[in-house]
Each structure stands twice: as C-alpha cells, then as structure tokens.
C-alpha cells in the first residue's frame, strides 16, 4: 500500500527558478522524510521532519508538514541542473522490532539550463 | 554511499534458478532493509532486519527469504525467480529506530529472462 502520493508527477522549470513539490498521506505518521534519486542510483536522504514540527530548513531545502491536511511541501530555492532528478516522500510507520518508511511514487524535476 | 555496498550490481538469470544478492555495511547499523523498485509502484519494502538473526516480512515478500548472520551482511536469496521479479533492488540501512533515516546502497538491477 501507498501512503505518500507525490504531486507533480512530473515538473520541468528553468534553472534559477523555485521548485514545489507536494506530498500527501492517509494515516498518522511518526515523521515524514524526503529523498532523491538521481537517475540510476540509490536514493539520498534529504530531510526529516517530525510530527510534531511545522517547518525545517536545510540549505537551500524547506519542508512544511501540515499534519491536520496530512500533507507536506519540498521546496528548492534558486534551482541548479544538479537539482534535476527524482524526489519521493516517505512516511515512518511502526512495524514488528522496527520502523518502515511507506514511499510515494515521486516527482521527476527537471531543471533546464 | 554511506558504506553499503551490493553485489552484484547486474544480474541476468533464467526463470526457475535462484538468485543471492548481498548487502554489505560497514557503518554498523542495527537495522537493514531490501527494497525493490518499479515502474508506477514506486519503493516497496520485501523484508528487513533489526538485529543479527532477526528477520521480517515486509509487504511484498512472497518468492523472497533473507538471512542475516553478520551485522554487516544481508543476503537476499529468490528461491526460484520468476520474471515478476525482474527490478532493481536497494539495499537500505538505519541506525536508528525512531527516526529511521535510511541510507540506500547503488542497487542492483536484475533481470530474469
């Protein structure tokens, strides 16, 4: 089951410009994590950020958790061609002796030059 | 890559032969975890450890065994592949259990003809 739904699916910008991507989710959760995945490699973690908080920074990364909406923002400032792969939220849920981490299917960012 | 490795890191089999990958750390974290990852079903979780002999399913599991005997070592073994389950698979590891930030290996993309 998915509990992060991704939206854009796709997003293209111009280098520079600032990039928003929007995360949604079904169930209570313990925190909610972005990562990126550049094309053919593991994915990198970004950023968590816990229920009980609002807002993180991180460079240039903020992400905003809106728990009532059960809904997150990842926004880039300032773009670079670096910027350009795929983002996924991912949900912690409790699970037997651990916690798993419920992933979206993403949004692909392209920034063009 | 914060020390994981995997191997390998392309695999070609035939339907009905068994398949190991492996997934090795040398960060020492507690928990591991094998993901495989598809087109439109984004990363889903197959199984995952929280300690040395301590396995569990995840939530596509059918078809998959994993053993770990080593902190370091997390085999994944396909006990007969079928060519449902050709897909990259990651490797992940955490540290901790509360806010289970994942590190993810490069993958291994396997094909089974």
């Known amino acids: 089951s998915q509990q992060g739904e991704e939206d854009p699916q796709a997003l293209s910008i111009q280098e520079g410009e600032n990039a928003t991507m929007n995360c949604s989710y079904k169930?209570?959760?313990?925190?909610l994590q972005w990562y990126r995945q550049n094309s053919g490699r593991g994915l990198v973690h970004l950023i968590l950020?816990?229920?009980?908080?609002r807002e993180k920074h991180s460079g240039r990364l903020r992400v905003t958790l809106d728990t009532s909406k059960k809904s997150s923002s990842l926004l880039i400032t300032a773009s670079r061609a670096a910027d350009t792969a795929s983002y996924f939220c991912?949900?912690?849920?409790?699970?037997?002796?651990?916690?798993?981490?419920?992933f979206g299917q993403g949004t692909r960012l392209t920034i063009n030059p | 890559d914060a020390g994981i490795t995997q191997s390998p890191r392309h695999k070609v089999t035939e339907t009905g032969t068994p398949v190991t990958l492996r997934c090795h750390q040398t960060?020492?974290?507690?928990?591991m975890y094998w993901y495989r990852q598809d087109p439109g079903h984004g990363l889903r979780l197959i199984h995952y450890?929280?300690?040395?002999?301590?396995?569990d399913k995840g939530e596509v599991s059918d078809g998959y065994s994993v053993s770990r005997s080593k902190t370091e070592d997390f085999l994944l073994t396909l006990e007969s592949a079928t060519s449902s389950q050709t897909s990259v698979y990651f490797c992940?590891?955490?540290?901790?259990?509360?806010?289970?930030?994942?590190?993810f290996g490069p993958g291994t993309r396997l094909t089974v003809l």
């Open positions: 992940a590891i955490s540290e901790s259990f509360r806010d289970n930030e994942q590190f």
């Open positions: 169930t209570s959760i313990n925190n």
């Open positions: 950020i816990r229920s009980n908080e």
């Open positions: 991912a949900t912690g849920e409790p699970i037997q002796g651990a916690q798993k981490l419920v």
């Open positions: 960060e020492n974290h507690r928990y």
């Open positions: 450890s929280y300690g040395v002999k301590d396995t």
